[in-house]
């Protein structure tokens, strides 16, 4: 229930933010629908006729686009046409996760579903993160961790990583408490750290030799696509990632102090953690 009483509809609920943000609601108490292609609810943002019964009876919806998909997305019909239905369907509130850059990534824009929402008529928050510290473990950088070179046209640029538990924790008090309609939050962590540095933590956590390897733009797209990568999709993570290298994510923001009035999770806290957990085991 969100504070209407009502479920709370989880899109992403199966990804690296929302699998987080369901299971810390239900860990409050409040009902989620764990809701994508593969999840417990139903839901594919190219059909749809999943969407009316996975809106149906939600207070509040978590929305995860697919701006970072390797796949045709429009955020200007599918978020207008999917907002539409949720006010419909009595929703009242929506949080939204984007990206901080305000940069085109392989000429696409990562904020595009922003002012869709903030026209929507729901009551709306933002969340804007920088680089997701489970990238490392769960995500793109995964394959390079677990063959002990991970290779990025990055340089020496400093990212300020933020963790999912954070980003999920900022999504569960916009869902259920008062105080954060009308926010824009952009989440980092508490540091600013090259990816050597990133590296040499895992390292530390895992106890494996890693290194990190700086190369350039061309060589990065080029690997990607070697493996199978659409050449699309490599253009993309390697403009982001040149967005590093060049030095424009090297600040750090307030959302999660705002948001929850504590500090963000360090890197190093993360790294021991998901060692922890398992997740570099080989
Ligand atoms: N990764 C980063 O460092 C980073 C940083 C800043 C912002 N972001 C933003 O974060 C967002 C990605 O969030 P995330 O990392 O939580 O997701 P994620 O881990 O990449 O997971 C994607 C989720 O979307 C679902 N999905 C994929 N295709 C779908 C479809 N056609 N219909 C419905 N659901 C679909 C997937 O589940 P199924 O496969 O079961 O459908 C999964 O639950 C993007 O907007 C990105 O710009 C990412």
Redesign the pocket.
């Known amino acids: 229930m969100t504070t209407t009483g009502k479920p709370i509809l989880v899109?992403?609920?199966?990804?690296?933010?929302?699998?987080r943000v369901v299971a810390q609601l239900r860990a409050r108490g409040f009902s989620a629908r764990a809701?994508?292609?593969?999840?417990e609810t139903k839901?594919?943002?190219?059909?749809e006729s999943t969407w009316d019964a996975a809106l149906d009876g939600a207070g509040a919806v978590y929305m995860?686009?697919?701006?970072?998909?390797a796949?045709e997305w429009d955020p200007a019909v599918s978020v207008r046409s999917f907002c539409k239905k949720a006010v419909a369907a009595g929703v009242e509130r929506l949080t939204l996760?984007?990206?901080?850059?305000d940069e085109e990534a392989g000429g696409k824009s990562?904020t595009g579903s922003e002012d869709i929402v903030r026209a929507s008529g729901l009551r709306w928050t933002i969340l804007?993160?920088?680089?997701?510290t489970?990238?490392f473990d769960?995500?793109?950088l995964l394959d390079g961790i677990l063959a002990g070179n991970l290779r990025l046209p990055a340089g020496d640029g400093l990212e300020p990583f933020?963790d999912?538990e954070d980003?999920a924790e900022v999504a569960v008090v916009s869902l259920t408490e008062e105080g954060h309609a009308g926010q824009v939050y952009e989440l980092t962590g508490p540091e600013l750290i090259t990816f050597g540095q990133a590296v040499a933590e895992i390292a530390r956590a895992t106890g494996r030799e890693i290194r990190y390897e700086a190369v350039t733009h061309e060589q990065y797209v080029d690997e990607l696509v070697s493996f199978g990568t659409p050449r699309e999709y490599a253009e993309l993570l390697a403009d982001?990632i040149g967005q590093i290298r060049e030095g424009k994510n090297a600040y750090l923001s307030d959302g999660v102090q705002r948001a929850l009035g504590r500090d963000p999770i360090s890197f190093a806290q993360y790294a021991a953690n998901a060692a922890a957990n398992g997740a570099w085991r080989v």
């Open positions: 899109l992403g609920g199966t990804g690296k933010t929302g699998r809701a994508s292609r593969n999840g839901f594919d943002w190219h059909d995860v686009d697919l701006v970072d998909e796949v996760l984007q990206a901080r850059t990562l804007r993160p920088t680089w997701f489970q990238n769960e995500g793109v933020v999912c980003i982001l």
